[in-house]
């Protein structure tokens, strides 16, 4: 069988990128290339007693089942009103034929048409969405940068704490985090579309603006601030969120310094690493990996 594999970034929150596999009837994510989640597309069955008199079938990706090539398959959902049969051999075949693709993750990032928040003179400042394709572009205007996702683990700033401000509210919720959503919404005036071609430069959707690579933050936030405090709260949430930055195409220099900075969180590293696409320094994440599984055990 013949199967699609490619990766994009998981965006607005960051969260690292999402690699993925897919057949004619199937499809399957993962965000660590350990664990993979399984869709298999089936029809509908609410076509039978539709109304409308248009009884043709619909048919949509349905979860089926947790899998990884050490554990096998898990947690299925077998709906009895949906073609089980069908369902089962659409995922054993896309299953089969992931496990030679997987053995050389990361799989391409394919998301190269980006939708960045810009300052007064079209320079990105946040990355917001991502697409595969030019016809799924769509308007992004109202789209505001999210440093986290509501449910997850809090960001913690040591500079915004050493200058007295702490880091959640009286309703629990991140004044850390919402310190850099408030820099971010008052630096930004537009957001554009751009294409990314391969030497990392990008021309904007409408051709207004084309910059060079480097006008684009490798790690989707920028880090050039004229407030030294802001500069360095930016500073701490980049440190913060180097293990899931490390899964994008980075220079060298870059993946140096997040690598440095991403072994305070080594658990993270040693559950995305084997998505991340190159390393700088092996010994380094190596050692990260022992002390996260030297922790596990305790």
Same mark, same amino acid.
């Given at each position: 069988?013949?199967?699609?594999?490619?990766?994009?970034?998981?965006?607005?929150?960051?969260?690292?990128?999402?690699?993925?596999?897919?057949?004619?009837?199937?499809?399957a994510f993962?965000?660590?290339?350990?664990?993979?989640? #399984? &869709?298999? $597309?089936?029809?509908?069955?609410?076509?039978?007693?539709?109304?409308?008199?248009? *009884?043709?079938?619909v048919?949509?990706?349905?979860?089926?089942?947790?899998?990884?090539?050490?554990?096998?398959?898990?947690?299925?959902?077998?709906?009895? #009103?949906? @073609?089980?049969?069908a369902?089962?051999?659409?995922?054993?075949?896309l299953?089969?034929?992931?496990?030679?693709?997987?053995?050389?993750?990361?799989?391409r990032?394919?998301?190269?048409?980006? !939708?960045?928040? !810009? @300052?007064?003179?079209?320079?990105?400042?946040?990355?917001?969405?991502?697409?595969?394709?030019?016809? =799924?572009?769509?308007?992004?205007?109202?789209?505001?940068?999210? =440093?986290?996702? +509501?449910?997850? +683990?809090?960001?913690f700033?040591?500079?915004?704490?050493a200058?007295?401000?702490?880091d959640?509210?009286?309703?629990?919720?991140?004044?850390h985090?919402?310190?850099?959503?408030?820099? %971010?919404?008052?630096?930004?005036?537009e957001?554009?579309?751009?294409?990314?071609?391969?030497?990392?430069s990008?021309? /904007?959707?409408?051709?207004? %603006?084309?910059?060079? /690579?480097?006008?684009?933050? +490798?790690?989707?936030? !920028?880090?050039?601030?004229?407030?030294?405090?802001?500069?360095?709260?930016? =500073?701490d949430?980049?440190?913060?969120?180097a293990?899931?930055?490390?899964?994008?195409?980075? /220079?060298?220099?870059?993946? $140096? +310094?997040?690598? &440095?900075?991403?072994?305070?969180? =080594?658990?993270?590293?040693?559950?995305?690493?084997? %998505?991340?696409?190159? %390393?700088?320094? *092996?010994?380094?994440?190596?050692?990260?990996?022992?002390?996260?599984?030297?922790?596990?055990?305790?």
């Amino acid at each position: 069988m013949k199967i699609s594999t490619y990766a994009r970034r998981q965006l607005n929150p960051f969260l690292g990128t999402l690699q993925i596999a897919t057949s004619n009837d199937a499809r399957a994510f993962s965000a660590n290339g350990r664990l993979w989640q #399984i &869709q298999v $597309l089936a029809e509908r069955p609410d076509h039978t007693w539709r109304s409308s008199g248009d *009884s043709r079938p619909v048919k949509q990706y349905f979860n089926w089942g947790m899998w990884s090539n050490k554990e096998g398959l898990r947690d299925v959902i077998a709906n009895p #009103i949906l @073609d089980i049969g069908a369902m089962e051999k659409a995922a054993d075949q896309l299953m089969t034929a992931m496990q030679p693709a997987i053995a050389n993750l990361p799989f391409r990032q394919s998301d190269h048409f980006e !939708c960045w928040a !810009c @300052d007064n003179e079209s320079q990105p400042v946040a990355l917001l969405a991502s697409t595969l394709h030019r016809e =799924a572009i769509k308007p992004c205007s109202q789209l505001k940068w999210r =440093a986290l996702p +509501e449910d997850g +683990e809090a960001f913690f700033s040591d500079s915004l704490v050493a200058n007295g401000i702490p880091d959640d509210d009286a309703t629990g919720q991140s004044t850390h985090a919402g310190f850099l959503e408030q820099q %971010v919404e008052r630096r930004v005036s537009e957001c554009r579309w751009f294409e990314r071609a391969a030497d990392g430069s990008g021309i /904007s959707h409408d051709n207004e %603006v084309e910059l060079t /690579s480097a006008a684009f933050p +490798e790690t989707g936030i !920028c880090e050039d601030w004229e407030d030294p405090l802001v500069a360095k709260v930016f =500073a701490d949430f980049i440190a913060w969120n180097a293990p899931l930055s490390l899964t994008l195409p980075l /220079s060298y220099a870059k993946r $140096l +310094e997040l690598e &440095q900075l991403a072994i305070r969180r =080594a658990s993270l590293v040693d559950d995305l690493h084997r %998505v991340y696409p190159a %390393v700088a320094d *092996s010994t380094l994440i190596e050692q990260a990996r022992v002390q996260a599984r030297l922790r596990r055990s305790h």
